[in-house]
């Protein structure tokens, strides 16, 4: 969707026509719902210029397994000093560690970055 600039609806007649079934979860569909607004976002909404990330466990019946999160609504009071976050912007992504973070939260979110790139 994002390298081809496609819709969600776009992309799945795409998949579906290469595959035959193409039956994505809802959670998964709902990201790339959300994935459309950033691509089609014009003008540039506040959302797509500025990107969030709290690093939060995956689910709560996995919580050693830690996750890039993005926030719906990006700004500098979602920062907990607890916490450790992504922030990207257009021309660079930033690792904002809190001061009483643990350490398997800071290590997962530099590990994060690559997967946000």
């Known amino acids: 969707m994002w ?27 709902c990201q790339l719902l959300q994935c459309q607004k950033r691509v ?29 999160k993005m926030l719906n609504d990006p700004s500098p009071s979602a920062l907990d000093s607890r916490g450790a976050f992504i922030v990207h912007i257009p021309s660079a992504i930033y690792v904002w560690i809190g001061k009483n973070c643990e350490a398997i939260r800071e290590r997962d979110a530099r590990g994060a970055v690559c997967q946000i790139v």
């Not at 998949?15 to 035959?20: L, P, T």
């Open 3 to 29: 390298r081809e600039g496609q819709s969600f609806d776009d992309a799945f007649q795409y998949v579906e026509a290469a595959k035959g079934i193409a039956d994505p979860n809802m959670g998964f569909a």
């Open 40 to 68: 089609h976002a014009f003008p540039l909404s506040p959302s797509s210029l500025l990107r969030m990330y709290r690093i939060a466990p995956h689910s709560p019946y996995d919580p050693l397994h830690l996750v890039p």
